[in-house]
T-cell receptor
Framework: EAQVTQNPRYLITVTGKKLTVTCSQN?????MSWYRQDPGLGLRQIYY???????DKGDVPEGYKVSRKEKRNFPLILESPSPNQTSLYFC????????????FGNGTRLTVT | AQSVTQLGSHVSVSEGALVLLRCNYS??????LFWYVQYPNQGLQLLLK??????LVKGINGFEAEFKKSETSFHLTKPSAHMSDAAEYFC??????????FGTGTSLTVIP
């Protein structure tokens, strides 16, 4: 089954404790991205990647890191989480071909206390 | 950069009534347009996408959207709302399959 898999689904952590949210897709997609969803703000892009070893900042990259060492994986790293990073996070992928939609994971709800 | 505007963060309709969710985009070139739906505690699912083959696009669950270039709009409609349509709806625009831009979403409530 074609899917984007994020882990964990729920995560509660404390300020400053490094964490990683994993994202993996099995569709051989070149494009992968991370979004955060906050009430009233919709989805805002954090980082995206056009292909292996190619990453770019989205609209809200501060406090986040990503890496794309393999085509299928695109982890999101919070080196020193803060309470304002409490949010719902989504990973998504796309084939980059004409009119190709984004395929989303089920989300990770992060709480930073 | 593109921008996407969804008028109305909350829309309520009675069961059986017409659903109309508005989306306007800013683009000087023909964009790639999508509507996504998000049910509670789930990720976003593709409802429909615009192709240049037709201005009226049919999606899943009876939804459709009409592309109007002169109005830079891509409004989502459904003739008769069902209780199961209650969800958050997002309009999105992409640039040549690269960057995707989302509206702030419209929460649809269906009143029995």
């Amino acid at each position: 089954e074609a899917q984007v898999t994020q882990n964990p689904r729920y995560l509660i952590t404390v300020t400053g404790k490094k964490l990683t949210v994993t994202c993996s897709q099995n569709m051989n997609h070149e494009y992968m991205s991370w979004y955060r969803q906050d009430p009233g703000l919709g989805l805002r892009q954090i980082y995206y990647s056009m292909n292996v070893e190619v990453t770019d900042k989205g609209d809200v990259p501060e406090g986040y890191k990503v890496s794309r060492k393999e085509k299928r994986n695109f982890p999101l790293i919070l080196e020193s989480p803060s309470p304002n990073q409490t949010s719902l996070y989504f990973c998504a992928s796309s084939s980059r071909s004409y009119n190709s939609p984004l395929h989303f994971g089920n989300g990770t709800r992060l709480t930073v206390t | 950069a593109q921008s996407v505007t969804q008028l109305g963060s909350h829309v309520s309709v009675s069961e059986g009534a017409l659903v109309l969710l508005r989306c306007n985009y800013s683009s000087s070139v023909p964009p790639y347009l999508f509507w996504y739906v998000q049910y509670p505690n789930q990720g976003l699912q593709l409802l429909l996408k615009y192709t240049s083959a037709a201005t009226l696009v049919k999606g899943i669950n009876g939804f459709e959207a009409e592309f109007k270039k002169s109005e830079t709009s891509f409004h989502l409609t459904k003739p008769s709302a069902h209780m199961s349509d209650a969800a958050e709806y997002f309009c999105a625009v992409s640039e040549a399959g690269n960057q995707f831009y989302f509206g702030t979403g419209t929460s649809l409530t269906v009143i029995p």
